[in-house]
């Protein structure tokens, strides 16, 4: 089977498939194109911005921050090589979904596994580690606090304030039970459940639940997790938190980058505000306000003047919480970064930032698209080829599917193009007449053409109709097939979590995942695992 659908025949943003296909209209909105020859390059121009303070400062905070988790011997050697000057990062980052959340957190994380190794390879003097940033400070609660296992959503329910990383893991117990219910007695649903529940009742909080997991998941390959809600590593970051209040530096660049991006026909993915920091404490996580001189904290009574603000900055730049559009910013100055990995739609904002980010003196690091799959089985397989089908038909929508495989496997043609073709010929003929006979018959012979046109398309669809009806089991087998690899019309990898494989395939499915994956290949990938 062919084992990838190219990005051009996919619903991927326009702005990322020009990107990839470096079209000019693109060239001004990132640094290098994503290659292991310009990570070489990025490499040695973010040697020069980065110094050895912020290195010792990154190495300190990382090991503070690993004091109480067990890892493994490649990830103690990954943190080492961190002291050195010519080890640099590949970072992908992800919210702190329950359970890890959809199934392409897997994806982002095993595409910085394989990059990194990919350049390691070609490297004699340089080496790269690979980060997975933990978003612990945001607080879209609603957006992450279940996960889908097979046909049931596992869902966390409790009261939300502040950022999610520090939420207690109150409540978890009982999620674990409910998923317990729908597991089966197989020795991978024990494997899952164990894991879930080390994960979610022996932690504090839903940042050490998640590291944990991480960890378990990816640690014997060397991955590093970071929490950027670090007071060290936000007093590194504080000169710039310090500009954005002060001067507000983060819209002027964004407002000019976006409308060339719109004039160029690309979509603005996030929109700036004019602070982009949240003010920050346990249960509060809110938008600082520019209001006059003075700075407000929206939703509540907190106000601070530009010297207050400025004070509380220099005492607590723990309270100060880059948003979206500033959060690269953030990575880039505590990381020797040389590429960020992530989604389409994640990375558009990023093309959004080169303009400020020359700004700050900082280069923009390499955009690169994450794997994106499709994972079959082999009995799923075999069903696509006895459908007569291809693994791309399945991209289409449902009812797209069904008319097109109804048309092909019909003894009756029900494409009446030729029919509409030699209509439109008849008619040319009439209105050649009717100009030479009076002008105004004109309006009546397009009525009537179209009128017999549309009865033409009434009776195709309806024949269509009707022969669907005869071909029912057949349709019916088709459209199961596409509600599994495709559920609710969703990319399976947007929809499931990583369990619902798990459960089929146990320790082999990351394993399986690194193996077949390639970093520099760029569109959905088709995995199939055979049993």
Same mark, same amino acid.
């Given at each position: 089977?062919?084992?990838?659908?190219?990005?051009?025949?996919?619903?991927?943003?326009?702005?990322?498939?020009?990107?990839?296909?470096?079209?000019?209209?693109?060239? @001004?909105?990132?640094?290098?194109?994503?290659?292991?020859?310009?990570?070489?390059?990025?490499?040695?121009?973010?040697?020069?911005?980065?110094?050895?303070?912020?290195?010792?400062?990154?190495?300190?905070?990382?090991?503070?921050?690993?004091?109480?988790?067990?890892?493994?011997?490649?990830?103690?050697?990954?943190?080492?090589? $961190?002291?050195?000057?010519?080890?640099?990062?590949?970072?992908?980052?992800?919210?702190?979904?329950?359970?890890?959340?959809?199934?392409?957190?897997?994806?982002?994380?095993?595409?910085?596994?394989?990059?990194?190794? &990919?350049?390691?390879?070609?490297? /004699?003097?340089?080496?790269?580690?690979?980060?997975?940033?933990?978003?612990?400070?945001?607080?879209?609660?609603?957006?992450? #606090?279940? *996960?889908?296992?097979?046909? !049931?959503?596992? !869902?966390?329910?409790?009261?939300?304030?502040? %950022?999610?990383?520090?939420?207690?893991?109150?409540?978890?117990?009982?999620?674990?039970?409910?998923?317990?219910?729908?597991?089966?007695?197989?020795?991978?649903?024990? +494997?899952?459940?164990?894991?879930?529940?080390?994960?979610?009742?022996?932690?504090?909080?839903?940042? &050490?639940?998640? =590291?944990? $997991?991480?960890?378990?998941?990816?640690?014997?390959?060397?991955?590093?997790?970071?929490?950027?809600?670090?007071?060290?590593?936000?007093?590194?970051?504080?000169?710039?938190?310090?500009?954005?209040?002060?001067?507000?530096?983060? /819209?002027?660049?964004?407002?000019?980058?976006?409308?060339?991006?719109? #004039?160029?026909?690309?979509?603005?993915?996030?929109?700036?505000?004019?602070?982009?920091? *949240?003010?920050?404490?346990?249960?509060?996580?809110?938008?600082?306000?520019?209001?006059?001189?003075?700075?407000?904290?929206?939703?509540?009574?907190?106000?601070?003047?530009?010297?207050?603000?400025? @004070?509380?900055?220099?005492?607590?730049?723990? =309270?100060?919480?880059?948003?979206?559009?500033?959060? %690269? $910013?953030?990575?880039?100055?505590?990381?020797?970064?040389?590429?960020?990995?992530?989604?389409?739609?994640?990375?558009?904002?990023?093309?959004?930032?080169?303009?400020?980010?020359?700004? &700050?003196?900082?280069?923009?690091?390499?955009?690169?698209?994450?794997?994106?799959?499709?994972?079959?089985?082999?009995?799923?397989?075999?069903?696509?080829? #006895? $459908?007569? =089908? !291809?693994?791309? /038909?399945?991209?289409?929508?449902?009812? /797209?599917?069904?008319?097109?495989?109804?048309?092909?496997?019909?003894?009756?043609?029900?494409?009446?193009?030729?029919?509409?073709?030699?209509?439109?010929?008849?008619?040319?003929?009439?209105?050649?007449?009717?100009?030479?006979?009076?002008?105004?018959?004109?309006?009546?012979?397009?009525?009537?053409? &179209?009128?017999?046109?549309?009865?033409?398309?009434?009776?195709?669809?309806?024949?269509?109709?009707?022969? @669907? =009806?005869?071909?029912?089991?057949?349709?019916?087998?088709?459209?199961?097939?596409?509600?599994?690899?495709?559920?609710?019309? #969703?990319?399976?990898?947007?929809?499931?979590?990583?369990?619902?494989?798990?459960?089929?395939?146990?320790?082999?499915?990351?394993?399986?995942?690194?193996?077949?994956?390639?970093?520099? !290949?760029?569109?959905?990938? *088709?995995? +199939?695992?055979?049993?």
């Amino acid at each position: 089977m062919d084992d990838c659908l190219p990005l051009e025949k996919t619903s991927f943003p326009r702005l990322i498939v020009d990107y990839l296909n470096q079209k000019e209209s693109t060239h @001004k909105f990132y640094n290098r194109l994503p290659s292991l020859e310009n990570l070489s390059q990025q490499a040695a121009e973010k040697k020069q911005k980065f110094s050895k303070e912020q290195r010792a400062i990154l190495v300190e905070r990382l090991k503070k921050q690993y004091q109480n988790t067990e890892i493994s011997s490649k990830t103690e050697e990954n943190l080492k090589a $961190l002291s050195q000057e010519n080890t640099f990062t590949i970072t992908t980052g992800h919210q702190l979904n329950l359970f890890t959340g959809p199934l392409y957190f897997l994806y982002k994380i095993i595409s910085v596994l394989n990059l990194c190794e &990919q350049w390691n390879d070609s490297q /004699d003097d340089s080496n790269a580690v690979p980060i997975f940033w933990m978003a612990s400070e945001d607080h879209d609660f609603d957006e992450i #606090n279940f *996960f889908r296992f097979k046909n !049931q959503v596992i !869902q966390w329910n409790r009261d939300a304030e502040g %950022p999610v990383g520090r939420f207690s893991l109150e409540g978890l117990d009982e999620v674990s039970k409910e998923f317990k219910k729908n597991l089966d007695s197989s020795k991978q649903a024990e +494997e899952l459940l164990k894991l879930f529940q080390k994960a979610y009742t022996k932690h504090d909080n839903l940042a &050490q639940a998640t =590291r944990f $997991l991480a960890n378990e998941l990816f640690g014997k390959y060397g991955l590093i997790i970071i929490d950027g809600d670090d007071r060290e590593l936000k007093k590194s970051f504080s000169t710039y938190a310090k500009d954005e209040l002060l001067k507000q530096s983060c /819209d002027q660049h964004l407002q000019n980058t976006n409308a060339e991006l719109k #004039n160029a026909g690309y979509h603005i993915q996030v929109h700036q505000r004019e602070i982009n920091l *949240f003010y920050l404490k346990d249960k509060l996580r809110q938008r600082i306000i520019a209001k006059g001189n003075a700075f407000a904290i929206d939703e509540t009574d907190l106000e601070f003047s530009e010297k207050e603000i400025i @004070k509380e900055l220099e005492d607590h730049p723990e =309270r100060f919480s880059p948003n979206a559009v500033m959060r %690269p $910013l953030y990575q880039e100055v505590v990381l020797p970064n040389l590429a960020y990995i992530g989604g389409a739609g994640e990375l558009s904002y990023w093309f959004q930032l080169k303009d400020y980010f020359e700004s &700050q003196d900082l280069p923009l690091p390499i955009i690169w698209l994450r794997n994106s799959v499709l994972l079959l089985s082999e009995k799923q397989v075999k069903k696509i080829k #006895n $459908l007569g =089908r !291809q693994i791309p /038909d399945f991209f289409q929508s449902k009812s /797209d599917l069904k008319s097109q495989h109804a048309r092909e496997i019909s003894e009756i043609d029900i494409d009446f193009s030729t029919q509409k073709e030699h209509l439109k010929k008849q008619f040319l003929d009439l209105y050649k007449l009717a100009k030479q006979t009076d002008p105004s018959f004109e309006g009546a012979v397009a009525a009537q053409e &179209q009128k017999q046109m549309n009865g033409l398309e009434h009776l195709e669809k309806r024949l269509l109709k009707a022969e @669907k =009806r005869r071909l029912n089991d057949e349709l019916n087998r088709l459209t199961e097939l596409k509600e599994k690899l495709f559920p609710q019309e #969703n990319l399976q990898e947007r929809f499931e979590n990583f369990s619902s494989f798990y459960a089929e395939y146990g320790q082999d499915l990351i394993p399986k995942l690194k193996e077949e994956l390639k970093p520099t !290949q760029f569109g959905i990938q *088709f995995i +199939e695992f055979k049993y």
